[in-house]
C-alpha cells in the first residue's frame, strides 16, 4: 500500500495566520491527492480534489499544490471555523489510504 | 440532496462478524463510476480506509484487512454493505461510509469522497 504521512501532527494558530501543512506519498501519485478537513465529532468534509481543486462551496483561502510525491495545504488567513482535523488521501491505487491527520489548534 | 446514512449493532462481541448497511439517496449505486467506501476511524485516531465498491461491481480491500471484510451492494435498495469478521477491541470505532464521486479530464479519473454519512460508534466487548 502507498503510506501517506503528514506534517507536522499538530500545529498552533491564530485568527488571520497562514498556515501550511505536508503531506508526502511514499511514492509518486501523480495529482491523485484528496485534503478533507474534519470537526470533532463529525464527518469528514471534502476539501480540494485532484491536489489542487476547491471542491464547491469551499472558501478560496483553502489552497492545494504538489504533484508526484509531495503536496501542501495552504490555509491563506484562518478563521475560527478552521481549527480542525486535516487529512490527505491517495487515490492512486485502488487502496485509497489516509495520512495519519494534522490537528490544527488555536494559539 | 445526496444523502448516506449507516447503520448496524454498536456493540459486537469478540470474535464475532460485523454487518453494517449504507443506505443512499439522492443518487444512483448504478450511476457509472461512482461507487461507495466505507472508513474507520478508532477514538482519537486517524482515518483508515477500509473498502469500495463501484456500479460495475469493481471492488477493492485494504490490504491489512483484506481476510476480514466482504462488500457489496444491492442497488435495488440502494444499500452498500460491509462485513467484518473475527471483531477484536481493536476494531472499535466509529465507521463512516462515503460517496466515491469522479471528475475526468482527458484520459485520467481523479476519484475523491464528496458526500458523507454522520458515521456509526461500533465497540467491540464482551
Known amino acids: 500500500d502507498i503510506q501517506m504521512t503528514q506534517s507536522p501532527s499538530s500545529l498552533s494558530a491564530s485568527v488571520g495566520d497562514r498556515v501550511t501543512i505536508t503531506c508526502r506519498a511514499s511514492?509518486?501519485?501523480?495529482?491523485?491527492l484528496n485534503w478533507y478537513q474534519q470537526e470533532p465529532g463529525k464527518a469528514p468534509k471534502l476539501l480540494i480534489y485532484?491536489?489542487?481543486t476547491l471542491h464547491s462551496g469551499v472558501p478560496s483561502r483553502f489552497r492545494g499544490s504538489g504533484s508526484g510525491t509531495d503536496f501542501t495545504l495552504t490555509i491563506s488567513s484562518l478563521q475560527p471555523e478552521d481549527f480542525a482535523t486535516y487529512s490527505c488521501q491517495q487515490t492512486y491505487n485502488t487502496a485509497f489510504t489516509f495520512g495519519q491527520g494534522t490537528k490544527l489548534e488555536i494559539k | 440532496q445526496v444523502t448516506l446514512k449507516e447503520s448496524g449493532p454498536v456493540l459486537v462481541k469478540p470474535t464475532e462478524t460485523l454487518t453494517l448497511t449504507c443506505t443512499v439517496s439522492?443518487?444512483?449505486?448504478?450511476?457509472?463510476?461512482?461507487?461507495v467506501s466505507w472508513i474507520r476511524q478508532p477514538p482519537g485516531k486517524a482515518l483508515e480506509w477500509l473498502a469500495h465498491i463501484f456500479s460495475i461491481d469493481e471492488k477493492s480491500y485494504s490490504t491489512s484487512l483484506q481476510n476480514r471484510l466482504t462488500i457489496s451492494q444491492d442497488t435495488s435498495k440502494s444499500q452498500a454493505v460491509l462485513t467484518m469478521t473475527n471483531m477484536d477491541p481493536v476494531d472499535t470505532a466509529t465507521y463512516y461510509c462515503?460517496?466515491?464521486?469522479?471528475?475526468?479530464?482527458?484520459?485520467?479519473?481523479?476519484?475523491?469522497?464528496?458526500?458523507w454519512g454522520k458515521g456509526t460508534t461500533v465497540t467491540v466487548s464482551s
Open positions: 462515503a460517496r466515491i464521486n469522479v471528475v475526468v479530464v482527458g484520459p485520467t479519473y481523479y476519484y475523491y469522497m464528496d458526500v
Open positions: 439522492g443518487f444512483s449505486l448504478s450511476h457509472a463510476r461512482m461507487g
Open positions: 511514492q509518486s501519485i501523480s495529482r491523485y
Open positions: 485532484a491536489a489542487s
